[in-house]
Each structure stands twice: as structure tokens, then as C-alpha cells.
Nanobody, 125 residues
Framework: QVQLVESGGGLVQAGGSLRLSCAAS????????MGWFRQAPGKEREFVAT???????AYADSMKGRFTISRDNAKSTVYLQIDTLKPEDTAVYYC???????????????????WGQGTQVTVSS
């Protein structure tokens, strides 16, 4: 069982930056692929980024450039840096985890067994 807790969300002005954190409680994240998803009001949850346990990132095409995923396995924490925030980035951001499988880049919701509760990001114009 992997318990994930996101933090770092908040209300920011357009053009600002945020760094979201996702910490695993009680266990290491070594051997796990981690992902970030987001869900805007009235929309489906969408993939943002993923990172393998060894640190290889992958992004949704629409997220390339302003989003940076990283991890610190020693701290059992994954991060999502969001730069040049836009109002359309307003959403609940979720992190997710599942065991790393060689060659598998987990980009779909169904590919993750463990989820955090989400952290709200609100961007004002």
C-alpha cells in the first residue's frame, strides 16, 4: 500500500510559479513510477507528466515547456514545477504511483493503483 499526500497548491496570479509536492508516507518510492494528473472543474482528469523511478520524465504534449516533474527518492517525494501559470491551469492536481515496469510509460489513469487526495491550484487573471 502506498499512501500519497500532495501539497503546495494555492491561489496564484497568472504568470507566477508553483511547485507541488507529493510525499509517500511510510515507504520508499524506489521502484515506483510516479505521475501527475489534473482535473479542472467540469472536465475529465488529464495526464500531465510521469517519471520513472530512475528519473526519466515524460509529459503530455500540451504540458511540455511549462511543467517539470522531478523526484527525490531519498525523501520519497515527487515534485511538479509549474511555471508561467495560466488561468486554464486551475485544477485539482493529483499524484499517482504504481510499480515501475521496464519500457512502460504510464500515462493513463487506469495505469496507476495509488492516488493522493489532490491539491487545488487556482490561477487568477
Amino acid at each position: 500500500q502506498v499512501q500519497l499526500v500532495e501539497s503546495g497548491g494555492g491561489l496564484v496570479q497568472a504568470g507566477g510559479s508553483l511547485r507541488l509536492s507529493c510525499a509517500a508516507s511510510g515507504r520508499t518510492l524506489i521502484g515506483y513510477t510516479m505521475g501527475w494528473f489534473r482535473q479542472a472543474p467540469g472536465k475529465e482528469r488529464e495526464f500531465v507528466a510521469t517519471i520513472s523511478w530512475s528519473g526519466d520524465p515524460a509529459y503530455a504534449d500540451s504540458m511540455k515547456g511549462r511543467f517539470t516533474i522531478s523526484r527525490d527518492n531519498a525523501k520519497s517525494t515527487v515534485y511538479l514545477q509549474i511555471d508561467t501559470l495560466k488561468p486554464e491551469d486551475t485544477a485539482v492536481y493529483y499524484c499517482a504511483a504504481d510499480r515501475w515496469v521496464p519500457g512502460l510509460s504510464r500515462t493513463g489513469m487506469k495505469e496507476y493503483a495509488y492516488w493522493g487526495q489532490g491539491t487545488q491550484v487556482t490561477v487568477s487573471s
